[in-house]
């Protein structure tokens, strides 16, 4: 079975640039998460979708960041515009409704320069 | 608020060693908790996690972790340390009793070095 996907993989870019992230989630995983992981830090929750409502994006910082899951599938995370402080690893993560396993995908490490 | 703490940022073991990674939390209602793995430049790996039960839960790779209710500790344990086990390891509770449902917070993370 495939894991969560996700891409691209790196990205580096300049200040006030956008930005944006895909994720697939695992096959049947109705839950889908974005975290921000800092050096050093854990992960941090950015935005939860159950199937294609976010249902909790209390910690998105919704002047410059946007996600979408259109079909309840894939979901996309933007930045626009980038700022310094935005360089961190993303990742995306799934799980079943009624579990609380939470399956990682590897994570976009951006750069902003 | 509920919160997780991963007191040490680093331990240190010698290979076929017992490990213990500690972790203690704080939530309102009943806890659910996690462990997690991460190796370099991947996704975290889920290890094990408690629910309800036997305090002592066996997870991945011969780790297992006991919840003291008391104590509100979760550590993670391995009789015998591989090399391989050396990665970031990060303990995550999910509080029941957030308002709105649920939210998943992680700790800061563990580094484990075993030696050979």
């Known amino acids: 079975e495939a894991g969560v996907v996700q891409s691209p993989r790196y990205k580096i870019i300049e200040k006030k640039q956008p930005v944006a992230f895909w994720c697939n989630p695992i096959?049947?995983?109705?839950?889908l998460y974005w975290y921000l992981q800092n050096l050093g830090q854990g992960p941090e929750l950015l935005i939860r979708?159950?199937?294609?409502?976010?249902?909790?994006d209390s910690q998105l910082p919704k002047d410059r960041f946007s996600a979408e899951r259109l079909k309840g599938v894939d979901s996309t995370l933007k930045i626009q515009p980038a700022e310094l402080g935005d360089s961190a690893v993303y990742l995306c993560?799934?799980?079943?409704?009624?579990?609380?396993?939470?399956?990682f995908g590897p994570g976009t490490r951006l750069t902003v320069l | 608020a509920q919160s997780v703490a991963q007191p040490e940022d680093q331990v240190n073991v010698a290979e076929g060693n017992p490990l213990t990674v500690k972790c203690t939390y704080s939530?309102?209602?009943?806890?659910?908790l996690f462990w997690y793995v991460q190796y370099p430049n991947r996704g975290l790996q889920f290890l094990l996690k408690?629910?309800?039960?036997?305090?002592l839960v066996k997870g991945s790779y011969g780790f297992e972790a006991e919840f003291n209710k008391s104590q509100t500790s979760f550590h993670l344990k391995k009789p015998s340390a591989l090399v391989s086990d050396s990665a970031l390891y990060f303990c995550?509770?999910?509080?029941?009793?957030?308002?709105?449902?649920?939210?998943?917070?992680f700790g800061a993370g563990t580094r484990l070095f075993v030696k050979a």
């Open positions: 993560a799934s799980s079943e409704l009624a579990t609380d396993t939470q399956y």
């Open positions: 096959s049947g995983h109705n839950t």
């Open positions: 979708y159950e199937n294609e409502e976010a249902v909790d």
């Open positions: 939530v309102s209602g009943n806890p659910y």
């Open positions: 408690y629910i309800t039960g036997d305090n």
């Open positions: 995550a509770v999910r509080d029941e009793g957030h308002t709105g449902g649920f939210k998943t917070i």
